[in-house]
């Protein structure tokens, strides 16, 4: 299995909790980009890391949301004190370098459900 | 501001006959296109892409087709199988961009 991998594949908690999200990017794939589906609904870009750094986070929706990045390898997506809406599908993918035309290959995301 | 489209949220198609998905674009400077198929429960999964250099780009079974004068792209695939059923997006990004702009999504069902 050299796809990305996330952890865990399915996460409940009650409302007012802290959650962390785990991504495994494909071995030697230097970035690394988080998103978050909806149901029923396309992906929104929430962050991207280029190696240990991470040059946009404009896509984080508020403070409550954090992501790092350590080794050029794992990543953690932090959500403090969840709220209802951030019940959704949250996916990882990673690629072989930053640029424009390098196609993401995503993981099978955590499902993330607010009690 | 930029939004990638579809216009066709859901798309039914017999088995064994071809289906185009369709994706309208606004950003005129988008230069890198990408299809993905997503599977129930799986993360989408990267079918074929295109350059703005290009016009039409094949894979097995699946066909890109890049119209930049009005903005369009298509996904054709031929000789549809059961598998094939998913929800199909298009994605767009420009040079120096990093994030990927996806559309809604089409659900293409093969009927047997």
């Known amino acids: 299995g050299a796809g990305v991998s996330q952890s865990p594949s399915n996460k409940v908690t009650e409302k007012g909790k802290d959650v962390e999200l785990r991504c495994d990017p494909i071995?030697?794939?230097?970035?690394l980009y988080w998103y978050r589906q909806r149901l029923g609904q396309g992906l929104e870009f929430l962050i991207y890391?280029?190696?240990?750094?991470?040059?946009?986070k404009s896509g984080l929706p508020s403070d409550r949301f954090s992501a790092e990045r350590t080794g050029e390898s794992v990543s953690t997506l932090t959500i403090q004190r969840t709220q209802q809406e951030d019940s959704a599908v949250y996916l990882c993918?990673?690629?072989?370098?930053?640029?424009?035309?390098?196609?993401?290959?995503f993981g099978d995301g955590t499902r993330l459900s607010i009690l | 501001g930029e939004s990638v489209g579809l216009h066709l949220p859901t798309l039914s198609v017999q088995e064994g006959d071809n289906s185009i998905i369709n994706c309208a674009y606004s950003?005129?400077?988008?230069?890198?296109f990408i299809w993905y198929k997503q599977e129930s429960g799986k993360g989408p999964q990267f079918i074929i892409d295109?350059?703005?250099?290009?016009d039409k780009r094949q894979g097995q079974r699946v066909t890109v087709l890049l119209n930049k004068t009005v903005k369009h792209l298509s996904l054709q695939i031929a000789a549809t199988q059961p598998g094939d059923s998913a929800v199909y997006f298009c994605?767009?990004?420009?040079?120096?961009?990093?994030?990927?702009?996806f559309g809604t999504g089409t659900r293409l069902t093969i009927i047997p």
């Open positions: 950003n005129s400077a988008s230069d890198y």
């Open positions: 071995s030697g794939h230097t970035a």
């Open positions: 890391f280029q190696g240990n750094s991470a040059p946009d």
């Open positions: 993918a990673s690629s072989s370098s930053t640029g424009w035309n390098q196609p993401q290959h």
């Open positions: 295109i350059r703005s250099n290009m």
């Open positions: 994605a767009e990004n420009y040079s120096g961009n990093e994030k990927l702009t």
